[in-house]
């Protein structure tokens, strides 16, 4: 059964609010907003992976990585 409740819209400097009441609350700081015809949409937005956290979670290359010469520039007279 969906759960829906009547709240208040109201202004916050520029920008329109609603106060979302405590049975509708979400975890985290963030959230996902869309707009689908008449329906507004708010989804809890995933957590942020910092690079770090990326590099960690892939597995490490099967394969060798091909060598590559790696000649130095050549010398230029700039005067």
């Known amino acids: ?40 949409i708010i989804e809890p937005a995933p957590p942020r992976v910092g690079l770090l956290g990326l590099l960690a979670g892939w597995a490490p290359m099967d394969e060798a990585l091909p060598e590559v010469a790696d000649h130095p520039p050549p010398v230029e007279d700039v005067f």
């Open 1 to 40: 059964m969906t759960q829906q409740r009547h709240v208040s819209l109201f202004r916050n400097g520029r920008n329109q609010a609603v106060r979302i009441p405590r049975e509708f609350e979400m975890e985290g700081t963030e959230a996902i907003m869309r707009k689908e015809g008449d329906r507004l």
